[in-house]
């Protein structure tokens, strides 16, 4: 059994002057402060990759920055699902005894330590060397022809696939930390950049500076209560020319799995944070994770399902899509909200009922995944 003692958080967005080693360190002090812990006590760290600061060691380098001489550390990298997979970890470590509090962390510079160039070129390596880097694609265009099938199989329109868009800027209007506070409308989406088709600009998630950092331990530190209930990854490819069928993604093996493992079924779930890159991935997800049906999801948005105050309330900070994407740290912020509806402390964005959570990163495009319950006790 592990807990989920404390989490930290920065604001998304431009942070000029702040290095991807500061805003993790930000990040990493607020968790601290939130678990009730001293850094002494850290004895585990695990540390999410940075296209900014590609450091072959990475999170032994952030734990001298930050002052920690942990027994254990460890980098990961499975793009996207990378903040879930290392909650998982941490989760595996804290029950076999290894150690008793992990440090989970992430930050980058994104925005204003990286070139556009860089960052495009740093992203397109995701493709095959071979078979899909040398025609030029990079993630966009990716999730573009994946829109375009789904589309195609499901007849959703890009007026469905806006209506996420929509929703997670809603959201993100109630967070002070979001790096939009415009609201938007269908239309607004609609009239947007094309970026890849049939996505347009606001159905693709922003460029962000920001950090985030949650503390895992193997008991309580405090009077927040949020344990890890189980959780479950699958990997089922990494490029897209050797991509599974549509009717059977990683996402619907990984919650299987989760399920099978917690004996917990969707019905119960009572908050969901689904990773959302792209309006996509977003309505992709819900299906393949039984949160609704297939061609689906994009009506239940419309009704309010999702809203903060509807059966299913969905990143009510405004997911990547609206408060932001920082590379690894932009995932984390779904599960540091996760945790602050579960204990209570939401504010205005405060739902009826967080007791049981379900949260699922995608990694890659739709290549890697990590499933997670989360339950408040």
Do not use: W
């Not at 989490?7 to 500061?22: A, I, N, P, R």
């Amino acid at each position: 059994m592990s807990y989920i003692t404390g989490v930290g958080l920065t604001s998304y967005g431009k942070h000029e002057g702040s290095s991807s080693l500061d805003l993790m360190s930000q990040a990493a002090a607020l968790a601290l402060d939130d678990a009730g812990l001293t850094r002494g006590e850290i004895d585990g760290i695990l540390c999410g990759y940075s296209t900014v600061s590609p450091h072959i060691m990475l999170a032994t380098v952030f734990a001298e920055h930050f002052g920690i001489q942990p027994s254990y550390a460890h980098a990961v990298q499975v793009g996207g699902a990378t903040g879930l997979a290392m909650t998982m970890l941490a989760h595996t470590l804290v029950e076999a005894g290894v150690v008793r509090h992990v440090l989970v962390v992430a930050g980058e510079n994104r925005l204003t330590g990286q070139s556009r160039d860089a960052s495009i070129q740093a992203l397109a390596q995701v493709g095959h060397p071979d078979y899909e880097v040398p025609l030029g694609p990079t993630i966009p265009a990716y999730y573009g022809l994946v829109a375009s099938r789904y589309m195609h199989e499901y007849g959703v329109t890009q007026e469905d696939l806006a209506e996420f868009a929509v929703l997670m800027r809603r959201h993100a209007l109630g967070h002070p930390g979001a790096q939009f506070h415009d609201p938007i409308t269908v239309a607004d989406v609609m009239a947007s950049k094309p970026v890849a088709l049939p996505l347009k600009l606001l159905d693709c998630c922003p460029v962000s500076d920001g950090g985030a950092a949650f503390i895992i331990s193997r008991e309580p530190t405090n009077a927040a209560r949020v344990r890890i209930r189980g959780c479950a990854q699958a990997h089922t490819h990494q490029h897209v020319t050797a991509a599974p069928s549509l009717d059977r993604l990683g996402a619907e093996i990984a919650i299987a799995r989760a399920k099978a493992a917690t004996g917990i079924a969707i019905s119960d779930v009572r908050y969901a944070a689904v990773y959302d890159s792209f309006t996509i991935t977003l309505a992709m997800l819900l299906e393949d994770l039984g949160l609704a049906k297939r061609g689906e999801a994009a009506a239940q948005v419309r009704a309010g399902h999702f809203s903060r105050d509807g059966e299913m309330p969905l990143n009510t900070h405004g997911g990547l899509l609206s408060y932001g994407h920082c590379g690894v740290g932009g995932a984390m912020a779904h599960l540091v909200e996760a945790h602050l509806q579960m204990t209570g402390r939401a504010d205005d964005r405060q739902v009826r009922d967080a007791s049981l959570a379900l949260l699922h990163g995608d990694g890659g495009v739709l290549s890697s995944h990590v499933s997670m319950f989360l339950e408040r006790v």
